[in-house]
């Protein structure tokens, strides 16, 4: 291999030459790895055997500081390049297709994930004596580009798959147990959705990894893919699936919308993973897109109806006899984010979704006010989003909003005043709202009212619009 010139020791008429060029010299070792794992060559035998054992022997040398802290822009990207070398290990190590159903491949892949696994336990060690040494977060941006690629090995090769053997299958839970001291994580989990509410955890670099072998043309190239997917997808529950809708329904189908019957068991188990921990309505809704590819406007006439039309028009038609406050609670919960998705055209819908709000605005819904609260919010999303219509319909949602006003400053009931607060700051909002798509009736309507309401609270509120109505700065809206 061609790697001994950039490993040579500076020669003492050379020890003027500045530490960049050292770095230099230190990154193209690694590049030059990078470049032979990359050709077809590298998988045959002693060409892998070469390429590998001088990865092993410039990790073993290479002190842990030079790998993760140093100056100059070419030690600035070894966290990157060492990025780079994890994925063309990952998949130099990744079964063929041809390994799928085992046979000869088989020991072949075995082989080499576990000699790509002792390598990742070296890379891993270092990373935990730089964690332990180095101040700052040199290492941190270093693990930041290693966690993905191993990760993804450690699941591909730690499954019982016919590419794997027992030896591999122990080489690779090593690393992953690696992977997880390193990072800190008690769990498989916690390391993808991270360990608190205030660490975002790996599960969008993962899923960026493995996009690009999960569309419909390249899902099958590796036959491991699915099962990383899908065991990944098992690990990350309620509450924190729903932000990953977009990325792991796609997949999910592909694999489900799949003649061979455990593919497509595969992906109805995905499904079904996704349905028991991502709201179904809001589930729904990204499922819409990926149904409604076919329709497009093409300016001519009415929009056509959409699905997200029809499951609106069902929805409400459900809301407005319900008495059930678990279920009028479910069905508010979810109103708003179908008229943000419908936007304009939720004109459409909006005579009966008029005759919801007022119903729903005038029954107490508990201490939480969660119904009434997501009403109030479905409201002022229908106001932005088709204020033409909304003039019309003044006097009929200012009666509303004052009754609600008046009930809650009046309020005896044990709700918290910081549920009270939250609904007459809402109510006042929709008030603003509603004053702007009016062109200032409002102001003129509320005017006698601070006059003749004995209730001071509910003064202060309406004093509130017009003041906003004038032109006064308001932080509420």
């Not at 060559?41 to 892998?48: D, H, M, Y």
């Not at 002022?380 to 009754?403: E, G, I």
């Not at 006698?448 to 619009?465: A, F, T």
């Amino acid at each position: 291999m061609e790697l001994d010139s950039a490993l040579e020791a500076p020669s003492q008429e050379d020890s003027n030459l500045s530490e960049e060029l050292s770095h230099s010299a230190f990154g193209q070792a690694f590049s030059k790895i990078l470049h032979c794992l990359a050709r077809p060559e590298a998988r045959r035998g002693n060409v892998k055997d070469a390429v590998l054992k001088d990865l092993g022997d410039l990790i073993e040398a290479t002190e842990f500081d030079r790998l993760f802290e140093g100056t100059g822009a070419r030690l600035r990207g070894m966290p990157e390049t060492l990025g780079q070398v994890a994925k063309a290990l990952e998949k130099y190590a990744a079964p063929s297709k041809e390994e799928e159903g085992g046979g000869d491949g088989h020991s072949e892949a075995a082989e080499k994930a576990a000699q790509v696994g002792l390598l990742f336990l070296k890379l891993l060690g270092k990373v935990e004596t730089a964690k332990n040494s180095l101040v700052g977060p040199a290492w941190q941006t270093g693990l930041h580009h290693l966690a993905g690629p191993v990760y993804i090995f450690a699941i591909t090769h730690s499954l019982e798959q016919p590419w794997t053997t027992p030896r591999s299958r122990e080489v690779a839970r090593e690393v992953l147990t690696s992977l997880l001291q390193v990072t800190e994580c008690g769990s498989v989990a916690g390391f993808l959705h991270g360990e608190n509410e205030d660490e975002k955890g790996r599960l969008s670099v993962i899923l960026g990894l493995l996009k690009p072998d999960l569309y419909k043309e390249s899902w099958k190239n590796n036959p491991a893919i699915k099962h990383v997917f899908s065991w990944t997808l098992q690990q990350v529950t309620r509450p924190w699936l729903s932000q990953h809708l977009e990325r792991v329904l796609p997949a999910s189908l592909v694999i489900s919308d799949d003649y061979q019957t455990e593919n497509k068991i595969l992906g109805v188990h995905c499904l079904h993973h996704i349905v028991l921990n991502v709201a179904v309505l809001l589930c729904l809704l990204d499922l819409f897109p990926i149904l409604e590819k076919t329709l497009h406007w093409k300016g001519d006439g009415a929009r056509p109806t959409t699905h997200c039309d029809e499951v609106l028009r069902l929805i409400l038609t459900h809301m407005e006899p319900e008495h059930r406050l678990l279920l009028r609670r479910t069905y508010a919960r979810n109103l708003p984010a179908f008229v943000n998705r419908l936007g304009i055209l939720t004109v459409r819908h909006l005579k009966r979704l008029e005759r919801v709000i007022i119903g729903y605005l005038e029954v107490y819904d508990g201490p939480e006010e969660e119904a009434r609260l997501k009403i109030l919010e479905t409201l002022k999303l229908l106001m932005q989003h088709t204020w033409p219509r909304v003039s019309c319909r003044l006097v009929v949602l200012l009666k509303a909003l004052l009754k609600l006003i008046c009930d809650v400053a009046r309020d005896p009931n044990l709700t918290p005043e910081s549920v009270k607060s939250a609904l007459l700051q809402e109510a006042t909002d929709c008030l603003i709202l509603l004053d702007r798509c009016s062109q200032g009736r409002v102001k003129g309507l509320l005017a006698k009212i601070p006059q003749s309401c004995e209730d001071r609270k509910v003064v202060n509120y309406i004093r509130k619009v017009q003041q906003v109505s004038e032109g006064a700065p308001y932080n509420g809206t």
